[in-house]
T-cell receptor, first 115, second 111 residues
C-alpha cells in the first residue's frame, strides 16, 4: 500500500516569504507527527495530531510555525516570514496508535532552503 | 529533561561488525527503537526492544539494553555497503505519544 507522502520534496524560498509543506499520512493512521531535521541535530519534535483531539504544539519553535490537519488526514505545516535558520528537512510520520510503543512510518521529507 | 545521545560517525570495513551506541537520561521509557535513514529518505524502523528486556536478536541485528547504565546498542553483523546510512535511536514513554530521538550516527561501510 501507499506510504506517507510529502510535497514538495524540495523548496527554495526567499527570506521573509511564507511556505506550506504538505503531508499525506497512511490511510487509517490516527496519529500524525511533524519533525525537523537539521544537520547534526537529530530529529526535533514539532507537533503531534491524534484523531480529533487538539494538537500538541509544544515543539513548535516560534509563532511563525503553525500546522493543521483537515478531516483527520492530510496535514499542512506553514512557516510564515521564513528565516535562514528555518532551513532544514521537515519530516512527517504517521502511526496507527496514539501512544508510544508503535512504529512510526516516515515520509521522505521536504528539504527547505531559505536564501 | 529527556536527552538521547549518540556519537556522530562510525566507519567500518565490509564484513566486520558495527556497534552503534546510544545513551539516554529518562529511564521511564517503555520501548527503545533503532531507525535507519538512507540518503534522501525518511526513517525506517529496524528493530525495537521493550524496556524490560536485555537483548533482542533479529537476523544480523542484535540490540543490547543496559538499564543500569541507560545504554542501548545496535550491533550489525557482517556489515555490508548497503548498511551505510544514518542510524537513530529513540525512546517512547508510557501513556503518551512522545518519542525522543537521538542525534543520529552516520555509518560508513568501506569496501
Amino acid at each position: 500500500g501507499a506510504g506517507v507522502s510529502q510535497s514538495p520534496s524540495n523548496k527554495v524560498t526567499e527570506k521573509g516569504k511564507d511556505v506550506e509543506l504538505r503531508c499525506d499520512p497512511i490511510s487509517g493512521h490516527t496519529a500524525l507527527y511533524w519533525y525537523r531535521q537539521s544537520l547534526g541535530q537529530g530529529l526535533e519534535f514539532l507537533i503531534y495530531f491524534q484523531g480529533n483531539s487538539a494538537p500538541d504544539k509544544s515543539g513548535l519553535p516560534s509563532d511563525r510555525f503553525s500546522a493543521e490537519r483537515t478531516g483527520g488526514s492530510v496535514s499542512t505545516l506553514t512557516i510564515q516570514r521564513t528565516q535562514q535558520e528555518d532551513s532544514a528537512v521537515y519530516l512527517c510520520a504517521s502511526s496507527h496508535r496514539d501512544r508510544g510503543g508503535y512504529e512510526q512510518y516516515f515520509g521522505p521529507g521536504t528539504r527547505l532552503t531559505v536564501t | 529533561g529527556e536527552d538521547v545521545e549518540q556519537s556522530l560517525f562510525l566507519s567500518v570495513r565490509e564484513g566486520d561488525s558495527s556497534v552503534i551506541n546510544c545513551t539516554y537520561t529518562d529511564s521511564s521509557s517503555t520501548y527503545l527503537y533503532w531507525y535507519k535513514q538512507e540518503p534522501g529518505a525518511g526513517l525506517q524502523l529496524l528493530t525495537y526492544i521493550f524496556s524490560n528486556m536485555d537483548m533482542k536478536q533479529d537476523q544480523r541485528l542484535t540490540v543490547l539494553l543496559n538499564k543500569k547504565d541507560k545504554h542501548l546498542s545496535l550491533r550489525i553483523a557482517d556489515t555490508q555497503t548497503g548498511d551505510s546510512a544514518i542510524y537513530f535511536c529513540a525512546e517512547s514513554f508510557p501513556g503518551t505519544y512522545k518519542y525522543i530521538f537521538g542525534t543520529g550516527t552516520r555509518l560508513k561501510v568501506l569496501a
